[in-house]
């Protein structure tokens, strides 16, 4: 009998470190994080060790953030397990905006057959997408792929609307595109990716994928692979995108098994199907001793609306950088034709005086306590977009790397007994930054803001989590913006520690997080907002594995209020199990976010130093003090406010160059969370304080 595998990552993996000159062995205190291409098959019918799931189906409404009390989330199809969701990089839920229709694309649930129906194996390899024009209140379905010797795994995709004048709004002349890798027993691993198109309509949704010749292709490792595609590439997963220029994009690994290069395949429609192209990025990045190119997944890429600008992130340490920069850092590649042609472009320079912040919440390397070098973590997740100037944003946290040397820097520290990657104490948790390139390519052309920081953090393999095979639970770090780009939205699940074992500091009861960011205003809102903990049992404290559309849509704006509907998914199962049947969760509702008088200012470093502000301690009793060190004498106010905006204790203080300490009574001031607002000059920061 044929046998169904699994995808897990390793990310706890003590048994093996990179070869060096200096690290010869691996240290005490630190964890070797594998990247997402280490990946190894098992018997998907052979669970590894299992504990008892945590049923977690009645818990109290605690949380530090403003609830979303409108959020409803509702059941709308599931899969026969929970591979096929594990990676917030796939993009298996968009909006199409010309449509106004949300699709998702998933592996089969266990009452879906496709026709003709595959092998019951191959069959957990089908993929189904559903598709819905009100918000989630009717859905249609369709199959797209399916193949015996070719089975689909980790698909993605959108809507390809023809582009026309007026704008098509028939959903009848629109398709729907997607790709994945596909594996099989046989070959035991990767044996190359699918890329299907299938057209919509009601006459169009129904199990059998589409006959045209060409619509469902398999580029295999064997080959032959189509004239524009130069060499054979895995795991067609990370960021597909579809712009209005009509063109379907995805990032995927290039070559057969490791992180060396990126292959970037471009869809173009012809004649009812669609042509695929490739193109190869090989950045330019160091190499370890034994050989291994200094270069991580995942990939990320971003475009305009048009789909003429685009950038291709990638993780890698590069050729030529010192100091704070010999870091996994983004690597950004540009286009400004529509993929024509690409430059190479500058990178963010965290040695510059604009990023001491940022270097002060880092843990410094093992040989010199001076010395702090980010890291931005692929585990926990990451996501960019293109906003309406065509500047890149890049979300995400940062670590610490643990040794500067080429041949070590996938591996960083470890705190207390829990092996924490963070100490999760005031001034080292795991912050989330938003960075922006401004497309210049001039020096300096990134800067930096503090969106928010998360209490918990990816969730390991051991006891502590909920799930039988353990799958990593990481924050899935996302971004999605307004077509217009006028408006962005950042979201991340983490967990109330108050509830979670001991207070463990892991991610095992996960919520959703959003702010939302005004670009034109420059602005950010004042709270967070909390999608899941006042939702229904299924959902409250279990929000795991969720997906945003990488696109929402602008409901109204007002003096006070921005309304939003973000399409958004979440799966899970009751108890907590991997290989059997899990559940879909969709929502749409309107978010309410403050506007104008209440919404905090963000500051760009190169305008000033303010973002070097920390406030001690957090928690907080009585007094807390904020710590300023600024380029220039100003004049510094700070405003304390609640959960809705209410200024609760202001202060003044004409402030010298240099460090400045102002300390800020918080006496007759009830327990909760708060937000300090700095203000200097017109330059505005924003922290979250904590009372006891």
Not at 338 to 367: C, H, K, Q
Not at 577 to 582: F, I, P, V
């Amino acid at each position: 009998m044929k046998k169904h595998m699994l995808l897990i990552v390793v990310l706890f993996a003590a048994t093996s470190i990179l070869s060096q000159t200096v690290i010869s062995s691996k240290p005490a205190g630190i964890v070797n994080f594998k990247l997402i291409t280490d990946i190894k098959y098992f018997n998907e019918g052979i669970p590894s060790a299992k504990i008892n799931p945590v049923n977690q189906t009645t818990l109290p409404i605690r949380s530090g953030s403003k609830l979303s009390s409108t959020t409803t989330w509702h059941s709308f199809t599931s899969s026969m397990n929970i591979y096929g969701v594990l990676y917030s990089y796939c993009k298996p839920l968009q909006w199409n905006d010309d449509l106004d229709a949300v699709t998702f694309i998933h592996r089969k649930g266990a009452g879906y057959n496709p026709s003709p129906l595959p092998s019951a194996d191959a069959a957990n390899g089908a993929m189904v997408v559903h598709i819905t024009l009100d918000c989630g209140n009717h859905w249609d379905s369709t199959a797209l792929y399916a193949n015996d010797l070719y089975w689909g795994r980790f698909p993605s995709g959108a809507i390809y609307n023809p582009p026309s004048s007026p704008v098509n709004t028939n959903m009848s002349n629109a398709y729907f595109v997607g790709a994945g890798p596909t594996t099989s027993v046989a070959a035991d691993s990767w044996v190359g990716n699918f890329y299907a198109s299938k057209q919509l309509g009601t006459t169009n949704y129904n199990n059998a994928p589409s006959t045209v010749t060409n619509a469902v292709q398999v580029m295999s490792n064997n080959g032959p692979l189509p004239p524009n595609v130069p060499g054979n590439h895995y795991l067609a997963i990370y960021d597909f995108t579809a712009t209005d220029d009509g063109k379907m994009r995805v990032l995927a690994h290039m070559g057969a098994s490791s992180d060396t290069a990126v292959m970037l395949m471009t869809g173009t429609f012809n004649n009812g199907v669609f042509d695929w192209a490739g193109k190869a990025f090989s950045p330019p990045v160091t190499v370890a001793i034994d050989g291994t190119r200094n270069l991580s997944s995942p990939f990320l890429m971003a475009w305009n609306e048009l789909g003429t600008v685009g950038y291709i992130v990638i993780m890698g340490s590069r050729i030529g950088a010192n100091a704070s920069n010999v870091g996994l850092q983004p690597i950004v590649y540009k286009t400004t034709n529509s993929g024509s042609t690409w430059s190479l472009e500058s990178s963010i320079d965290f040695n510059s005086s604009a990023y001491s912040d940022l270097r002060d919440r880092l843990e410094p390397i093992n040989v010199n306590p001076t010395l702090k070098i980010p890291c931005f973590p692929w585990f926990e997740g990451m996501d960019c977009t293109v906003d309406a100037n065509n500047k890149l944003h890049i979300f995400t946290t940062l670590l610490g790397h643990k040794s500067g040397h080429l041949d070590s820097l996938k591996i960083y520290n470890e705190f207390t007994t829990e092996q924490y990657l963070w100490r999760h104490i005031p001034g080292r948790r795991p912050y989330l930054y938003d960075f922006v390139y401004d497309g210049s390519n001039a020096n300096p052309s990134w800067s930096h803001l503090l969106i928010d920081s998360m209490s918990t953090q990816v969730a390991p393999g051991n006891n502590d989590n909920p799930w039988d095979n353990k799958e990593q639970i990481g924050a899935r770090i996302q971004m999605s913006r307004t077509p217009d780009g006028q408006h962005l939205l950042y979201s991340w699940a983490e967990s109330d520690t108050s509830l979670t074992t001991n207070q463990k500091k892991f991610n095992t009861m996960p919520n959703i997080k959003t702010r939302l960011y005004d670009v034109s205003a420059a602005l950010l809102s004042p709270t967070e907002l909390d999608l899941t903990s006042d939702a229904s049992s299924n959902i409250s404290y279990r929000a795991m594995w969720h997906f945003v559309s990488p696109k929402f849509k602008l409901i109204s704006k007002t003096s006070t209020t921005i309304t939003a509907m973000v399409p958004m998914t979440i799966t899970n199962s009751n108890p907590y199990t991997s290989l059997s049947e899990n559940t879909h969760w969709y929502s749409c509702s309107p978010l309410s976010f403050a506007n104008t008088s209440t919404l905090i200012g963000i500051a760009e470093n190169t305008a000033n130093s303010i973002n070097n502000s920390s406030i001690f301690p957090n928690p907080a009793k009585n007094n807390v003090t904020v710590n300023i060190n600024l380029i220039n004498t100003s004049k510094v106010q700070i405003d304390v406010l609640n959960t809705v905006g209410q200024l609760v204790r202001t202060i003044q203080s004409q402030a010298q160059t240099g460090s400045n300490s102002i300390t800020i009574d918080l006496s007759g001031l009830s327990s909760g969370i708060y937000f300090v607002n700095i203000k200097v000059d017109n330059v505005r920061s924003a922290k979250k304080l904590v009372i006891e």
